[in-house]
Nanobody
Framework: HVQLVESGGGSVQAGGSLRPSCVAS????????MGWFRQAPGKEREGVAS????????YYADSVRGRFTISHDFARNTVYLQMNSLKPEDAAMYYC???????????????WGQGTQVTVS
């Protein structure tokens, strides 16, 4: 049984930073990607960033490239998303996902966390 637990969301002013994290437990296919997705009310879930669990490859959506950084500590089964220069349009529920293709759509990921809310005012 795979479980993903996110934490570290919150409320910040525009220009601020947050660093949500995702701890994974259980067995999942390691030669795949873990990623962060987000969904704002009334909008489709979209990919934000993903990282290959067996190497150093990363992927970023154009809207966050240069502001967000995904990193991983796979010895601790943890993935982080450093979010800098936050904008109001970044406000959403952020979800961690595992076992999917880097840069892939949300529907291609197998395991999901419950999400952590990010609010930017």
């Amino acid at each position: 049984h795979v479980q993903l637990v996110e934490s570290g969301g919150g409320s910040v002013q525009a220009g601020g930073s947050l660093r949500p994290s995702c701890v994974a437990s259980g067995n999942f296919y390691r030669s795949s990607c873990m990623g962060w997705f987000r969904q704002a009310p009334g909008k489709e879930r979209e990919g934000v960033a993903s990282a290959y669990t067996a190497g150093d490859s990363t992927y970023y959506a154009d809207s966050v490239r240069g502001r967000f950084t995904i990193s991983h500590d796979f010895a601790r089964n943890t993935v982080y998303l450093q979010m800098n220069s936050l904008k109001p349009e970044d406000a959403a529920m952020y979800y961690c996902a595992a076992e999917g293709p880097c840069g892939g759509r949300w529907i291609e990921y197998k395991y999901w966390g419950q999400g952590t809310q990010v609010t930017v005012s």
